[in-house]
DNA sequence: TAAAACTGCGAACACTGATCGCAGTAAAGG
DNA sequence: CCTTTACTGCGATCAGTGTTCGCAGTTTTA
């Protein structure tokens, strides 16, 4: 039986004081991970930038994944809960949806997070319940509600992950990827994407990706959203 | 200079015949990976089902990274990409994304793997090249198409994980999760993420997961395909 | 004062991906 | 034919990983 952290109690009231805390834990990782990506999230790392040794890590963690665990709801609690809702359910998601982008966009470690089906702390508790809440006045049926705030974050990696790379010149491998993929196109032999990315850089002058995010989640969410109609 | 591996040929023309091809590679290590997950593919691995060592896979691959690019585009040549097309774009995109999905469920490690912005061999080319032939009729500019397709890349990630686990009893995680979510929303603290909960397993009969995947893709698609709205 | 429960941590284990260099083999060039 | 070139297979090895164990020391409870 391996219990997620969240049901074991961070402290015993037995021994001496413990020299540091599970949040501390997860700020140090988050910024490992915010400098060098999560793949310099070890264990040995983490407890070197708390100059201890690896295996007292274990004494507040079962493991690298409760580590995990801990920063991604570290971050969950980064976007702002406190916002009055307006009462519509599309937008009052898509602001939510926003201000989620944005903590996606500050720590792109997030997209690199094994996709555990649920990873939910305190925070990411909280922030399903708003959604929820914003999502009350719909009429859905109670998976269906769940469903919709699984393809809104679905839609704010997405978007984060092309926001990011379309900014900041990306890794070698994206690179490459863009130098493949367009002589390939050229090659001839695959029309409709040699069509699809011509129109990129030229055509329009590259739409605000804001608005773009904006339009795309209140189309996807109008659509989900209906009710009544059964199909 | 990291390039890719279908930049590189798979063989020269100057010594011995290669004992091995970079589809046996795939082939193993996808057999391997159905079985027992991602993590059971190491170099180690995959050399000893080929009955080698480790250190002879590199003269087929740069380095794992490879090998999981082999495996992704072997899986996407998995799906028939030979059915002729009705001239719908929103039900052509959705049979697409049915056998899309199918292989998803026979693949769950593909879910596991590495989010790589884009991971596109020739098998994933011809697979892209499709949708979008399936997307012509739509007035749509070149990026907002392949935007589409990624959107609907990740409902159909989306779905097949949540269809998977719903099926076959999930690892330990999995109900170490949903015992600690029940308990959480029974505290009373959130009110809303009970009543979803609750509207789970009573109420309705469970709606085919199969009828529910095809409503939200039509939804989602039709509402990303409207043409000419600018709003 | 004795027991229980806890902390910190050095040492070690079983892995992982990756590199290097050497021996052997096949084709190309003269 | 023989040399050169380019390739293959692979044992040995390196640095790094997550994790476990057991011991010494500390604080609280009984």
Redesign the pocket.
């Known amino acids: 039986m391996e219990r997620l952290i969240w049901t074991r109690p961070e ?10 805390s599970r949040a501390e834990l997860a700020a140090v990782a988050v910024t490992l991970a915010d400098r060098s990506g999560l793949a310099a999230v ?4 983490v407890a070197a930038e708390l100059g ?5 890590l ?2 507040y963690l079962g ?3 409760d580590l995990l665990d801990l920063m991604a709801d570290a971050v969950a609690g980064e976007i702002d809960l406190g916002v009055p809702l307006g009462g519509d359910p599309v937008e009052d998601l898509l602001a939510l949806a926003v201000r989620a982008k944005a903590v996606h966009l500050r720590h792109p470690w997030l997209a690199e997070l094994p996709p555990e089906p649920l990873r939910l702390g305190p925070h990411g508790l909280a922030y399903l319940e708003f959604a929820l809440r914003a999502m009350a006045p719909a009429r859905l049926p109670g998976p269906a509600r769940l469903e919709v705030v699984a393809v809104v974050d679905a839609l704010v990696a997405q978007f984060a992950r092309a926001q990011r790379q379309q900014g900041a010149a990306g890794a070698d491998r994206r690179a490459a990827q863009a130098a493949y993929l367009g002589e390939t196109a050229a090659a001839g032999a695959y029309p409709h994407l040699a069509a699809a990315l011509a129109g990129a850089p030229g055509g329009d002058p590259a739409e605000d990706p804001e608005a773009l995010f904006g339009r795309t989640v209140r189309r996807v969410l109008g659509a989900l959203l209906a009710a009544g109609t059964p199909d």
């Open positions: 402290r015993g009231n037995r021994g001496p004081a413990a020299g540091h070890s264990m040995r790392q201890t040794g690896p295996s007292s274990y004494r493991g690298r994944n």
